[in-house]
């Protein structure tokens, strides 16, 4: 080649380059592929952000207004919400002929709008309703009453009134607010510490009553069964019959003894009452046992305020639900959400486990594994409350209707499996999560490097030795994943359940550590009840949300509820992240 | 010796008259007509280990290998070379029936290891794979700790004595010139080892099971030339106590560690000799072609 020719080429090329710039041009997907992203990061995060904000602030005290109106009533309460509407003819007929000018200003203004306050008034007991909406127009007064005191019943919802006076067993020892508060105070924790002994009395001392009177009475049926077909003589029967009655006789005693326990402490509490007057004037009594709290919200200082933000909270994490779901805590629903979602992963992580490594190590490739592969993956795509429909259908009514006649047929015709509870609940989600795990495991199976079998192989180690040596451990990280997005995917679900097992409000924990009889069939299960329904955090939000009587008062809890959800889930795959993250470390290392 | 094999590698294309010679052997196996194989009278005098008999192995309907018939003598190092595809390592993995992984593999012949047929029926494939070691191309260390990886053996024998595992793992990992640097950390993840350790370690547990053959597969091909080195030198130290079939691309390799050296292609034993005299004075025009370089 001629050095001129060189010279050409090169000075082609430089040509070339000279036309380019630095700055990468001409990549129109970036934007699309980062837009889409973004797009959908955005949404995800304004839910999350809004939901996180409405539960958070859902407990924090709000200040107490008084609203006087044109009309002449007067409201006391907690301001809501606030919006903006366009009041009709007729309401605006209503309106007092002397701020009629006031109002057609504002309206004029405001192009036909006009504000309004959702105030929740409570009193429901007194007044029948719970909120009042109030028109800008309509105030004339408004102020912020130093000593309206809020009282959270455990009836009846809230009271908003003003303490008149504090009575100990009908005689008059306060009169000042601050006299009536201050005894207040000094009395309220005390009550409630006897009120909860109460109640533990009647739920705890009681049940234990209950069921020894329950398993005397079962082991008197059984023997009368075992009568019937001969295999049980005479002087056994009346033996059984005879321990049944004896104890029915203590049980009896126990009882009496409870009882008058409860009377003991009943009596205590009814001692103490608060008179409260509402704003329109009318008194009330409020024994201080039914008042859960109570505190003067335009008084309290930052740290009263936060005092009640995490009393609320406590009571929401860790104490029975009132007032039909909409007021006090979710706690049986926290421990029946997280039971649940422990018992599927028992079930589904081995069963998925074990299915993932026929197909993948065992079968012989070909089109029946295929077949298999392609219905595996597309049971993830049936909805789901059709696993409800076949979990009741299947595993309550066949399985659980077998369990019952094999080893609860003293309890019949009560069912203790034939209906919903734990144990189906985590079956049918076991099932509805089963593809989830069999894909990641089976992804996590094929990664391990063939190379490392050959090497276990060649040690002259068996199928299964090297399964369960090399490969299983080597696949444990992704088999985690699975199981991740399998506890996601079942804590979230709640149509099957409310086929299955999920209910408004259970008497008993699914897991209750008082109670250490728990069985399936002939296996102990200790504190785990799985025949019992339970509470679901899932199916709280839809039953506040969608099925209280008063959807306004029910709102924030069903914010605060899914706070809750995504919290647990969000720990829930922590854990297990942080569990896989362990393992990885463990066996991914690569060094080179 | 070896110094002499290297001059002669170096002199590549010196001997030829620089035209690539027409083969008529090569010609007739590419016609897929049987070729003897020239093996010298040196290794029918060694005594054997393994003896391959008439071995020939199809993937599906594609024939790997032609009549293979070898013997391996023992105590020895016995090099396979020959350019890629032709067998070695076909023929390797076919001495413990790591083959019998791949679900369309048939063969025919055997090969007989101490005696015992290892292609008969109602052979213990795992028994057979526990009396061979194996290292393969690249290594592959088991995800747990060094001293688990050495004594895999053992474990999945059932071996619990905690003083027998120790003692193996020690001698093993000297065995394997490893010992000294990892003494220290014998319960780390042997994933955190660099890539020649890695390969050390494989050798390691290769022989801690104290194997009739050791079958290494292009054991330094992912390694850099210290680390090369470093296994050479081993396999000079294993070799007397064990015998050893070596896979290797690397002639220089084959020429440096070996005793004897076949030269295989298309699936054939071309010509099986003492090491020196494949490369210095080869029978065949084929092999001095290919280990001067100027086919393959």
Redesign the interface.
């Known amino acids: 080649m001629s050095r001129a020719a060189k010279a050409s080429s090169w000075g082609r090329r430089k040509t070339g380059r000279r036309s380019m710039t630095l700055y990468a041009e001409g990549e129109p997907m970036v934007w699309l592929t980062g837009g889409a992203l973004g797009v959908a990061l955005l949404m995800i995060v304004f839910m999350v952000l809004y939901v996180g904000f409405m539960g958070a602030a859902n407990f924090w005290p709000q200040p107490i207004v008084e609203l006087a109106t044109a009309r002449g009533e007067t409201f006391l309460g907690e301001v809501t919400r606030r919006q903006h509407y366009r009041p009709t003819v007729a309401q605006l007929a209503g309106v007092p002929p002397e701020i009629r000018t006031v109002v057609q200003r504002e309206l004029a203004q405001h192009d036909g709008m006009v504000e309004r306050r959702l105030v929740r008034t409570g009193n429901f007991d007194l007044t029948g309703t719970r909120f009042h909406w109030v028109s800008g127009y309509d105030v004339i007064e408004e102020h912020r009453p130093e000593w309206a005191l809020v009282f959270e019943r455990m009836e009846w919802g809230n009271f908003y009134g003003y303490p008149r006076a504090f009575t100990v067993d009908g005689r008059l020892v306060a009169e000042l607010p601050e006299d009536v508060w201050e005894r207040f105070r000094g009395t309220h924790s005390e009550v409630r510490d006897r009120w909860r002994a109460r109640k533990r009395l009647e739920t705890r001392d009681i049940g234990r009553a209950n069921r020894e009177q329950e398993q005397a009475r079962l082991a008197w049926v059984e023997a009368e069964r075992g009568h019937a077909r001969g295999r049980v003589g005479d002087e056994a029967l009346a033996a059984a019959r005879s321990a049944y009655e004896e104890t029915l006789a203590r049980v009896r005693q126990e009882h009496a003894r409870i009882t008058e326990q409860i009377r003991e402490l009943n009596r205590e509490n009814a001692r103490y009452a608060i008179l409260v007057q509402t704003v329109d004037g009318r008194e009330k009594a409020l024994h201080l046992e039914d008042v859960v709290r109570a505190y003067p919200a335009n008084r309290l200082s930052p740290v009263g305020k936060t005092g009640v933000f995490a009393s609320r909270w406590r009571e929401y994490l860790l104490d029975d639900p009132r007032e039909a779901n909409q007021e006090g805590g979710v706690y049986p629903a926290i421990v029946g959400t997280v039971t649940m979602t422990l018992v599927m992963t028992l079930f589904v992580v081995p069963f998925g486990v074990l299915a993932a490594l026929y197909l993948r190590e065992y079968a012989r490739a070909g089109p029946l594994v295929s077949a298999v592969r392609i219905a595996i993956n597309n049971l993830a795509g049936v909805p789901s409350i059709v696993f409800g429909v076949f979990g009741l259908g299947f595993f309550c009514y066949i399985f659980g209707g077998h369990l019952d006649e094999w080893f609860y047929a003293a309890r019949l015709p009560a069912p203790t499996f034939r209906k919903g509870g734990v144990l189906w609940a985590s079956l049918t989600l076991a099932l509805l999560t089963l593809p989830v795990v069999i894909v990641a495991t089976e992804e996590a199976l094929a990664a391990v490097p063939g190379s490392m079998r050959e090497g276990s192989y060649a040690c002259g180690a068996s199928k299964w030795q090297t399964i369960k040596r090399i490969v299983l451990p080597r696949a444990m990280p992704g088999i985690m994943t699975g199981m991740i997005l399998a506890m996601a995917r079942g804590a979230g679900e709640v149509a099957p359940l409310m086929l299955v097992g999920a209910v408004k409000l259970a008497p008993d924990l699914p897991l209750d550590f008082s109670n250490w009889s728990g069985t399936l069939g002939p296996l102990p299960t200790g504190p785990v009840h799985l025949d019992r329904s339970f509470m679901h955090l899932g199916f709280h939000i839809y039953d506040v949300g969608f099925q209280s009587p008063d959807s306004e008062a029910a709102r924030p809890m069903v914010f605060t509820t899914t706070l809750l959800l995504i919290g647990i889930i969000l720990a829930l795959n922590i854990g297990a992240m942080v569990l896989r993250s362990k393992l990885r470390k463990r066996f991914m290392t690569e060094a080179f | 010796m070896t110094k002499e094999i290297m001059q002669t590698l170096d002199r590549s294309g010196v001997g030829g008259s620089g035209r690539s010679r027409s083969s008529e052997r090569l010609a007739a196996i590419e016609r897929g007509e049987p070729v003897r194989p020239e093996v010298h009278p040196s290794v029918e005098k060694e005594q054997g280990v393994l003896d391959i008999v008439d071995f020939c192995l199809w993937y599906g309907t594609a024939q790997a290998l032609h009549d293979i018939a070898m013997k391996i003598p023992k105590g020895k190092v016995t090099a396979m070379i020959g350019p890629s595809g032709c067998g070695k390592s076909t023929l390797l993995r076919s001495v413990?029936r790591?083959n019998d992984?791949i679900?369309t593999v048939r063969i025919r012949g055997d090969m007989v290891l101490n005696g015992a047929s290892i292609y008969a029926p109602g052979v213990d494939v795992?028994?057979?794979?526990?009396r061979?070691?194996?290292v393969?191309q690249?290594s592959?260390p088991?995800?747990?700790s060094i001293y688990e990886n050495v004594v895999?053996?053992l474990?999945?024998?059932g071996e619990r004595n905690r003083k027998t595992l120790d003692a193996v793992c020690e001698r093993s990992l000297r065995g394997a010139a490893l010992w000294e640097e990892v003494k220290d950390r014998l319960q780390e993840?042997a994933?955190?080892?660099?890539?020649g350790q890695?390969q050390r370690l494989?050798i390691a547990?290769?022989i801690a099971?104290e194997p009739e053959v050791l079958?290494m597969d292009e054991p330094c091909s992912a390694l850099d030339p210290i680390a090369t080195n470093r296994i050479e030198e081993l396999i000079h130290e294993l070799k007397g106590e064990y015998t050893i079939l070596i896979v290797t691309h690397n002639m220089q390799q084959a020429a440096r560690v070996s005793d004897f050296t076949a030269f295989m292609y298309l699936g054939r034993v071309i010509e099986y000799g003492r090491t020196e005299a494949i490369f210095q004075r080869p029978r065949l025009v084929e092999t001095q072609d290919y280990v001067t370089g100027r086919f393959g």
């Open positions: 413990n790591l992984l679900d795992i028994e057979l794979r526990k061979m070691g194996m393969f690249k592959n088991f995800p747990m895999y053996s474990r999945i024998d993840s994933l955190g080892l660099s890539g890695q494989c547990r290769a099971a079958l």
